[in-house]
């Protein structure tokens, strides 16, 4: 192989570099805070989830070693041991879910965690937040969401929880976000939504977080997973679509993309979704498991669009829950920093690809040093013309190697300046 290849990273431009350097965080996650119960079963159910699967399961004793985070948990942990400057939005009830969610997400390096629902007092029974709720819509507000993983003798996995049955959205008593949460909003560079949230909050509620966002420089980033198989008509469908043309960037699997646009195959679903009318996207991101990605691009001048295809990663896997959140965390570093396409998707089909090599998610997401070390064992088998990376260039994967050490370097610091500046600093970012 060749001498290495000095990389060539576009600067932000002036303006939005000035407009990102005031804000806090890299990103901010908003709603869909639950807490896993892990739950070992014989065999799997067979017929359709029922709430009395759920009493029964939450009748069980409840051992904290069976406990894990998820969720929108999964991508705060992922985005930030990759380095990513972090924050949550979202409920979390005042119990133990709540408190051991706290400090899961504050041990892991998210800074900030704004619980969205109103506090109980004594005089509730005055309190508009709670005055036209039922006791079992007001109970929710001061609960955490539980989801149960069910796990049977081969590792496959089922969930049940209260986001199956509704009815939706679970928490009735929040009409708007407190002042502080508005405020993390406003200070994010990237406020990263998934489909759940709309199992939690109303439609206007989210609407104003993201449009907030976007009206103080922010990006949205939206991942409807497979909550959107429950979105395809009436008030939800009005969700999804809403929530959609806000959106920045909007994260799919192939199946999912499918159903969301009628499309079946990934190129053509991307650029349906760039085109739908009044979309504010610029990019669409179709995730393709072993597979890689397709990323579509849209010129925000001319409207052209731009496709990008990136291969997978050969590794072994041993579990998929929270490769997609993995993936994402990376896409939201590329596009903070203005990564050229390739080389994001390079490194987001890294970071699922170490993740998928683990099992469970939580805190079983991929480390930096895990995908470092996923990226230098391609680099050395591309080298010796085994090519386990497939079709990736030596220059690509010298480039996410460096972004990830300097994810590495920066996390041991307190006070991490911007990525961009750090970048740029060690000679790696430079103008085109």
Known sequence: MGARQPLKFALLSKERAQRVSAQQFDVVGLGNLCVDVISPVDSLPKGP???????????????????????????????????????????????????????????????????????????????????????????????????????????????????????????????????????????????????????????????????VAMQKGGAVFFDPGPRCFTMMEGSRREALDTILNLSTVVLLTEEEASVVTGQQKAEAAARSLLSRTGASTSWCVVKQGAHGATLASKDAATGAITVHQSPGFKVAVQDTVGCGDSFASAVVLGYNNNLPIPLTLALANAVGAATAMGRGAGR?????????????????????????????????????????????????????PSMVASFHDQGMVQSN
């Not at 965690?113 to 309190?127: F, G, K, N, Y």
């Not at 895990?370 to 013309?385: F, K, N």
Request: overall charge negative; charged content about 20%; proline content about 4%.
């Open 49 to 211: 989830k029922n709430m009395q699967m759920l009493d029964e399961l939450n009748a069980g004793p409840l051992d904290e070693t069976s406990w894990e985070v998820g969720g929108n948990c999964n991508f705060l942990i992922a985005a930030a041991r990759m380095g990513l400057r972090t924050a949550s939005v979202g409920h979390a009830g005042c119990d133990v879910y709540g408190d051991f969610m706290a400090k899961i997400l504050h041990d892991e390096g998210i800074e900030a965690l704004e619980r969205i629902a109103p506090q109980a007092s004594a005089s509730d029974s005055a309190d508009s937040a709670y005055s036209s709720l039922t006791p079992e819509e007001a109970a929710l507000l001061q609960q955490t969401l539980i989801c149960f993983v069910l796990v049977d003798p081969l590792g496959r996995h089922a969930f049940c929880s209260l986001y199956d049955f509704g009815p939706w959205p679970l928490l009735r008593g929040i009409n708007h976000l407190p002042k502080r949460a508005m405020e993390l909003v406003e200070n994010a560079r990237t406020v990263f939504v998934n489909g759940f949230i709309f199992d939690e909050l109303r439609l206007d509620v989210v609407q104003e977080a993201c449009q």
């Open 364 to 416: 079983s997401v991929a480390k930096a040093e895990q995908v470092r070390a996923l990226l230098l064992r391609c680099l050395d088998s591309l080298q010796h013309e085994q090519r386990v990376s497939q079709a990736y260039p030596e220059v690509v994967l010298r480039q996410a190697i460096n972004i990830v050490q300097a994810q590495l370097d920066l996390a041991q610091i307190d006070r991490r």
